[in-house]
Nanobody, 116 residues
Framework: QVQLVESGGGLVQPGGSLRLSCAAS????????MTWYRQTPGKERELVAQ????????NYADSVKGRFTISRDNAKNTVYLQMNSLKPEDTAVYYC?????????WGKGTLVTVSS
């Protein structure tokens, strides 16, 4: 059974940093691309960052380039999202995603609130 569990969200002031984690289980983590999405009320879910199975290639939404970094530790079955220079518009629920054996899997999300 594929499970994705996000953690690390919280309240942070503008300009601050947070690191999100997504612990994966139920599949061979090292074989699959992983993606972080985010969603705010009334808006569609937005791709934030993506990393290939071995971590050799990443891509980012234009809105987070230069501020966010996605990484993974295949030995720990975990993908991370380091978020720096946070802005109020980064406030959202952040979700971890994996496309495994032709099925789309999502975690329950972790809330990030950027506010003074």
């Amino acid at each position: 059974q594929v499970q994705l569990v996000e953690s690390g969200g919280g309240l942070v002031q503008p300009g601050g940093s947070l690191r999100l984690s997504c612990a994966a289980s139920g599949f061979t983590f090292s074989m699959y691309r992983m993606t972080w999405y985010r969603q705010t009320p009334g808006k569609e879910r937005e791709l934030v960052a993506q990393i290939t199975s071995a971590g050799g290639s990443t891509n980012y939404a234009d809105s987070v380039k230069g501020r966010f970094t996605i990484s993974r530790d295949n030995a720990k079955n975990t993908v991370y999202l380091q978020m720096n220079s946070l802005k109020p518009e980064d406030t959202a629920v952040y979700y971890c995603n994996a496309w495994v054996r032709a099925m789309d899997y999502w975690g329950k999300g972790t809330l990030v609130t950027v506010s003074s």
